[in-house]
């Protein structure tokens, strides 16, 4: 499974993004997918999951109300909409997903958010 993050960039206070994570290869065994982020000097945090039907999510208090995880199989992406963005959400966003059975956990690159006060 190869995933590829996209939609970062720099954006004023209380403005938006989207964030799309594409998955590729065996992205039928995908399971649990995520959203990450990681700010200078800091360790890697949780910011959203959603599991394979999209049924079930869960996000940081730090976000609730303001990102919106969702999925699209049929096209393999996952997303995260983030509004009312502040200059505290500033980091590196990454995607991860766990595959089915192995629970193997498969990372992208990584993109960056900026947040200007």
């Known amino acids: 499974v190869q995933l590829v993050e996209s939609g970062g960039g720099l954006v004023q206070a209380g403005g938006s993004l989207r964030l799309s994570c594409a998955a590729s290869?065996?992205?039928?065994?995908?399971?649990?997918m995520g959203w990450y982020r990681q700010k200078p000097g800091k360790l890697r945090e949780l910011v959203a999951t959603?599991?394979?039907?999209?049924?079930?999510?869960n996000y940081a208090d730090s976000i609730k109300g303001r990102f919106t995880i969702s999925r699209d199989n049929g096209k393999s992406t996952m997303y995260l909409q983030m509004n009312s963005l502040k200059p505290e959400d500033t980091a590196v966003y990454y995607c991860?997903?766990?595959?089915?059975?192995?629970?193997?956990?498969?990372w992208g690159q990584g993109t960056q958010v900026t947040v200007s006060s």
């Open positions: 991860k997903a766990v595959e089915l059975g192995s629970w193997r956990v498969y």
């Open positions: 959603i599991t394979s039907g999209g049924g079930s999510t």
């Open positions: 290869g065996s992205t039928f065994s995908i399971s649990v």
